[in-house]
């Protein structure tokens, strides 16, 4: 099951992360800035990322520059500690799972950001 997600595109993930920061008064732009702070890419390079239907995997192993204070990202998503993943991939879902849900649940983009 694990490595099936992987290999699902995060194009086709990316609409419910904006929806669900949408349905609770956050935007798009703040969506697509957590990402680029967790994974280097600038706007243009996610958007090709999105355009290719690039997979997890590959999303996160290819990113320019995972940002090195996601480790400070702590917590629980769906019921699992996310610094406890031992798997590297599915922790780097999970911190992005965790950084849409602080944003939806209305925390400051300063805070989502570890600043």
Known sequence: MTHRIYSVSV??????YVAKAEKKGRTRAEVDEIIRWLTGHSQ??????LAKGTNFE???A????????RSLITGTVCGVRVEQVEEATMREIR???KLIDELAKGRP?????RR
């Open 109 to 113: 983009m300063e805070k989502i950001l």
């Open 11 to 16: 194009a086709s993930v990316y609409p419910h």
């Open 44 to 49: 243009a390079t996610f958007d090709e990322q």
């Open 62 to 69: 290819q990113a320019p520059s995972m940002n090195p204070a």
């Open 58 to 60: 590959d999303f996160f």
């Open 95 to 97: 911190y992005l799972d």
